[in-house]
């Protein structure tokens, strides 16, 4: 690990005019679980890492009238306990609880869960001088490609690791993003890119830019939700493929349904077309399948990765019948 300067904020307009400085490099650190492996492999040198956890804000979880706001630092370990979750959200709940392990949740932080740099082997690998890192090629298309993307890969198929974005998204959370020039709002969804945009990059954030807060409007009446991750140990792990659904069921028919994907392209996918086939239809077990099907036409499998495809197809299955009750 190359030495660097720590700079420790009291503020968030403190953090965010360090990060705009243009004199060196700079990178932003809360809870640190993906940073610090980043910086010991040297996949990263930054010149200085803005420590976000001595900041005074931006690390609770709390009601305001109909909208739940959860600043970017709040732990993940306290997502899981915070009541209004508990209340409102199950489905959130869950995906809190599947990441990691008890220790880790007590660091990691929601904003860095959703900012988190992808898994790849040859990402992380320092010797590997991929599209990612600014190479000219991606490895994993004619590579080792088990984990890899099945949908949206194109020049990079990586897989988006969190396990938070796909249930916010489902649930039509919206992120607040601040800067010297103050602060934007755009639906979570919004906030991610595919690499056809950006291959250095997973978000929209510009310079000088920090996600601040999650904000998720309190459900409808009749809204269940759930998220199922299918993971290749039994232990901690990311997911394979994992599915956040969340649903108005009233007498077995989806009023309305959202369904978002991880670890199956380089950002949470959305399941538009099944959403289509479900909403106002009385579902069923074959429902369910055919549903699936619908965005499943699309996929674009690698060598080593069509097994994800069956995969996905079960876990939408499961988990509409899991908010059926």
């Known amino acids: 690990m190359r030495n660097f300067k720590l700079a420790q904020p009291k503020t968030i307009a403190q953090a965010v005019a360090l990060l705009k400085q243009d004199s060196e490099s700079r990178v932003l650190m809360a809870g640190g679980t993906d940073l610090l492996d980043e910086l010991k492999s040297g996949i990263i040198q930054p010149d200085t890492v803005i420590d976000l956890s001595t900041l005074t804000d931006g690390h609770d979880i709390r009601q305001d009238k109909d909208v739940i706001r959860i600043g970017a630092l709040a732990k993940v370990a306290l997502l899981a306990e915070a009541s209004p979750i508990q209340e409102y959200f199950p489905g959130l709940r869950e995906a809190a609880l599947s990441l990691a392990t008890p220790q880790l949740r007590n660091m990691g932080t929601v904003g860095g869960n959703l900012c988190q740099r992808p898994r790849c082997w040859y990402y992380r690998d320092p010797q590997a001088a991929c599209r990612k890192k600014g190479g000219s090629r991606c490895y994993a298309f004619r590579g080792r490609n088990r984990y890899h993307a099945i949908f949206g890969g194109g020049i990079c198929h990586i897989v988006f690791p969190s396990d938070l974005a796909p249930s916010l998204i489902s649930l039509d959370a919206e992120v607040t993003i601040t800067s010297p020039e103050g602060d934007r709002r755009m639906p979570l969804e919004e906030l991610y890119a595919l690499p056809s945009a950006d291959v250095r990059r997973e978000t929209v954030l510009e310079p000088g830019e920090v996600l601040k807060e999650v904000a998720v409007p309190l459900p409808k009446a009749g809204t269940k939700s759930t998220y199922l991750k299918i993971k290749e140990r039994g232990t901690w792990d990311f997911a394979v493929v994992s599915v956040a659904l969340n649903a108005v069921v009233v007498g077995g028919i989806f009023q309305d349904v959202r369904i978002v994907c991880g670890g199956v392209a380089p950002v949470p996918w959305r399941m538009a077309q099944a959403e289509g086939h479900l909403k ?28 994800k495809a069956d995969l996905l197809e079960t876990a939408v299955y499961r988990a509409g019948l899991s908010v059926l009750g």
């Open 280 to 307: 106002g239809k009385r579902v069923t077990e074959d429902l369910l399948r055919e549903a699936a099907r619908k965005d499943l036409a699309q996929a674009r499998p690698l060598e080593e990765n069509a097994y």
